[in-house]
């Protein structure tokens, strides 16, 4: 099964180490990072998809940032 996540957060130093983290788990950049700006909040914010391979069929209980 190819799992698909997708990271956001504010444009922080905080949202480099969540990708960075997911990168040492195994997961894999999908596409480029898109970057708006939150008008609620007045801030930017950051997205970047993640895939990876794991073993076993789809689970929709499986929480994906413990794969």
Known sequence: MRAYRLLT???TPAFCHKVTEALSK???LYGSPAY???PATGSM??????I???DGPYDPDVR???L
């Open 36 to 38: 708006a700006h939150d």
């Open 52 to 54: 990876k391979d794991v």
């Open 45 to 50: 914010r950051c997205a970047q998809a993640v």
């Open 9 to 11: 957060a504010e444009d």
């Open 26 to 28: 195994g997961w894999e």
């Open 64 to 66: 994906l940032g413990s």
